[in-house]
T-cell receptor, first 108, second 115 residues
């Protein structure tokens, strides 16, 4: 079993819609949690950190459920520029571990 | 020095040849990481350094792979006797000590194609 599991998609979503991604992690020793965004043939870039209390950054909301070992990302009012792969990431023992990524296509 | 620099950007090599990649991290970052990413997968951890010490190596890093960071600044990743399965994007990242997963900056990667 992979340490970080994500639905690879693709998610094809019309512009303006709301889309949600989920991720589960298997190691309860994981210490911190993130969503990264990766555009085609580019390096991953940090989108946002994820906290148990939930956190919001504009149209993006992330949530962590430590008891269920579950992380979510919600994108509201999706834009064409949101098309990318979203990587769920956990930090454990001084390194970050990536999920496979979920591909999102925003349709005009 | 505004980011992590990786060279070359692309490398095409024949099977069996040796290749070496270089990563220049952000100068004040003392941790440096190597990841490998294949199509449709997320980046997979290979190894990391704290200053010049190599602290962890993944089982993915076979005996054909070696990484160094001789002066705690730039790092090199060498692959000996390349195989077609080594074709991937090799990503380097740096962070500061105690980052806890925060503050990772990735380079643009070196895309290796083994023919």
């Amino acid at each position: 079993r992979k340490e970080v599991e994500q639905d690879p998609g693709p998610f094809n979503v019309p512009e303006g819609a709301t889309v949600a991604f989920n991720c589960t992690y298997s190691n309860s020793a994981s210490q911190s949690f993130f969503w990264y965004r990766q555009d085609c043939r580019k390096e991953p870039k940090l989108l946002m950190s994820v906290y148990s209390s939930g956190n919001e950054d504009g149209r993006f909301t992330a949530q962590l459920n430590r008891a269920s070992q579950y992380i979510s990302l919600l994108i509201r009012d999706s834009k064409l520029s949101d098309s990318a792969t979203y990587l769920c990431v956990v930090n454990r023992q001084d390194k970050i571990i990536f999920g496979k990524g979920t591909r999102l296509h925003i349709l005009p | 020095d505004t980011g992590v620099s990786q060279n070359p950007r692309h490398k095409i090599t024949k099977r069996g040849q040796n290749v070496t990649f270089r990563c220049d991290p952000i100068s004040e970052h003392n941790r440096l990481y190597w990841y490998r990413q294949t199509l449709g997968q997320g980046p997979e951890f290979l190894t990391y350094f704290q200053n010049e010490a190599q602290l962890e190596k993944s089982r993915l890093l076979s005996d054909r792979f070696s990484a160094e960071r001789p002066k705690g600044s730039f790092s090199t990743l060498e692959i000996q006797r390349t195989e077609q399965g080594d074709s991937a994007m090799y990503l380097c990242a740096s962070s500061s000590l105690g980052g806890g997963g925060y503050g990772y900056t990735f380079g643009s990667g070196t895309r290796l194609t083994v023919v």
